[in-house]
């Protein structure tokens, strides 16, 4: 029996068995208060100056190293470095030096004292909580000022790493390779720490009580998968976690391995699975991950982060060598799928109640219709490669369909007249992603080549709610029997029509979706990179039959809850070992 | 009133209120301006140049903010920053 077993939030995956590396910024830093003489303040003040001014060269170089696809950590750190610059911070600890005449250590304690209390009031929790970034920046002064700054980037074997926080700047400081597991005291599943796991696929858990009565070095067993982390393991617990180690590793690796199979039934039937994807960067990862092509590019990523708009040649060459790089697979370009909200910038105040409901994707465009034609130029520009595809999106019926072909037959014969090279039959599709394309998908068929179904927004828009709302995002149901409907009408309308019909939503990349799609016979699905490797596993141990006994099931289904329970069953009983290793957007 | 001397009021629409992120890009805004700006919430006012403040004012999503600015840029100032708001703060950097 462990000596111990600590319980906290599962948010990534997996099980790691070692020893421990406690960090812990504070160890060896404990403040006291020291009373200094008058004489002493600007002497006090200055190692105050110097440990923020040292902070914040630390966290600039930090901020240098973060590569473009930790975004979100790089906006985190940001705001630390704002607070650090932020004169009214150390001047509220520098006056309480002068006031209190004690050790800057003391004073930078109460500076932040006093910005915990005014954070305890509110009664919002994820606000609440924000008061660590505070902690966290007062946490490097105080290392500053104790002139021996935490230094946790060097380890000589791999550990699994505790913390009470992980902020982002220490993830990006510590070895990431020498670390097979992360364990926090603080943080839910929004926490920093989880996301960076995920992304490296290591096993973590946040929210672990009593966590800092551990030390370092202690043997341990960090179970990513529910939550635990076993002190001192028995031999029994030893061994039955050492298997399933064993055999998730076998999993993951057996997964990985035939990625490059297609994905076909036992009977046959082919579906194609393509990527995702936003940055440059990612095409490796479509390569890795057996992708085969990419389903949907999304464009915004060059508008935003800049004053400017791009010009039509940066656009063109981004899009030339996306398709050369991907080629013979094909590349389905998706034009811009902004809000007003988003480039607001360059287009004038915008007043929106409701941007979801407003002025973006291809009605932002056609407000917009320069800048609407020089992507249209790019991307025919681009065409002439011949593995390319154009797909508009939030095309809400036909008028407006025909409007936006319009506009891209004038933008041909502009080219043409300008004796460019374009691709003449490249092909030309639309999202369907609102219920009254759905509704019209007949119609809409007969004009386009090809339909993708974005389900994230069709969910949000055919039930009413904002799935970034928390009060409601319990509504977000994929299975759905309104949902589900939609899908397998547009499905079904666009082969009457004779084109193909794609599926680019999360539900692409969830387990427990993957078969029923099946069953409707959709020709692809488009899905982030690192979940085509598992997805294309369970199509390949599926057979057709029983996707589409699957599908009669559930359409039948009243409600939401029954078919949860028909798809939970199918797999559980099909594919235990995807239950086991996966998480999906059906709730229990 | 006059040119010099604005001010607004905008609703917060930021999902987990004004937390450090939103805090810092609307502070960096803030200091484009050489106006004097401070923002109001729940009967107080601060500095809207200091991250720091802004997060004491901890409002949370669906606020009502007061923006004020005072000096020769202040109308330029309270739009840029109610632009950011109303936007969601989702100008990404």
Known sequence: ?588 | MDENNQEILVSLDSEFGLHARPAALLAREAQKFSSDIWLGFDGREVDAKSILDILTLAAPNGSTLRILARGSDAQDAVRHIRRLIMGRFEEKG
Not at chain 1, 265 to 277: E, H, L, M, P, S
């Open chain 1, 1 to 588: 029996m462990a000596k111990e077993i600590l319980k906290g939030i599962p948010v990534s995956a997996g099980i790691a068995i070692g020893k421990t590396y406690y960090l812990n910024r504070g160890e060896n830093t404990s403040t006291i208060r020291m009373d200094i003489d008058k004489g002493h303040v600007p002497e006090e003040k200055n190692r105050l100056r110097e440990a923020f001014s040292l902070a914040l060269n630390d966290l600039e170089k930090i901020r240098k190293k973060i590569p473009r696809e930790l975004k979100e950590q790089a906006a985190i750190i940001d705001s630390h470095i704002m607070l650090l610059k932020d004169r009214k911070f150390q001047n509220a600890a520098g006056d309480y030096i002068r006031k209190d005449m004690i050790n800057a250590e003391w004073a930078l304690e109460k500076a932040v004292s006093d910005i915990e209390k005014a954070f305890s009031r509110i009664e919002d929790e994820y606000i609440r909580e924000r008061i660590q970034d505070v902690r966290l920046v007062a946490d490097r002064v105080r290392s500053q000022l104790h002139g021996s700054p935490a230094d946790p980037g060097t380890f000589t074997q791999r550990m699994i790493l505790l913390a009470p926080d992980l902020s982002p700047a220490d993830t990006i400081e510590l070895q990431l390779d020498k670390i097979m597991a992360f364990a926090t005291i603080s943080g839910g599943k929004t926490s920093h720490a989880g996301i960076i796991a995920r992304s490296l696929q290591i096993p973590a858990i946040v929210g672990v009580e009593g966590l800092n009565e551990l030390r370092h070095g202690q043997f341990v067993i960090l179970d990513g998968f529910n939550g635990k982390i076993i002190v001192e393991p028995g031999e029994d617990e030893l061994a039955h976690y050492t298997e399933l180690k064993y055999q998730f590793e076998e999993y993951q690796s057996q997964v990985n391995r035939n990625c490059h199979l297609p994905a076909e039934t036992i009977d046959g039937y082919k579906i194609q699975v393509f990527a995702n994807i936003e940055l440059f960067e990612e095409v490796a990862a479509v390569i890795d991950n057996g992708g085969e092509g990419i389903g949907l590019y999304r464009t915004e990523y060059s508008f935003l982060n800049r004053d400017d708009l791009p010009t039509e040649e940066e656009l063109f060459e981004e899009y030339r060598d996306l398709a050369s790089i991907i080629y013979p697979h094909k590349l389905v370009i998706r034009t811009l799928d902004l809000g007003a909200d988003k480039i607001a910038s360059q287009f004038g105040p915008i007043r929106e109640a409701n941007p979801a409901l407003g002025l973006r994707a291809i009605r932002f465009c056609r407000r917009h219709p320069g800048l609407f034609k020089m992507q249209l130029r790019a991307i025919l520009r681009a065409s002439a490669a011949g593995n390319i595809s154009i797909m508009f999106p939030m095309i809400s019926g036909m008028q407006e369909l025909l409007e936006v072909k319009k506009m891209y037959h004038s933008v041909r014969s502009e080219l043409k007249a300008g004796k460019v090279d374009f691709d003449p039959t490249m092909p030309m599709g639309i999202m369907v992603e609102l219920p009254s394309a759905v509704l019209v998908a007949d119609l809409l068929a007969r004009e386009v080549d090809f339909f993708s179904i974005g389900t994230n927004d069709l969910i949000q828009y055919s039930l009413g709610i904002d799935r970034t709302n928390k009060h409601v995002s319990y509504l977000y149901q994929p299975l759905h029997p309104a949902i589900l409907r939609s899908i397998k009408h547009v499905v079904d309308a666009g082969h009457e029509a004779g084109i193909e019909v794609s599926l680019c939503g999360e539900v692409a990349s969830d387990p427990y979706c993957v078969p029923i799609l099946m069953g409707m016979q959709i020709d692809s699905i488009s899905l982030n990179p690192q979940a085509i490797p598992g997805i294309k596993r369970i199509v390949r141990q599926a057979t057709m039959d029983e996707c589409k006994e699957l599908l009669k099931r559930v359409l039948e289904s009243k409600d939401v809850q029954e078919s949860n329970r028909l798809v939970r069953e199918m797999i559980f009983t099909r594919f235990p070992e995807e239950l086991m290793f996966y998480t999906s957007l059906i709730e229990e």
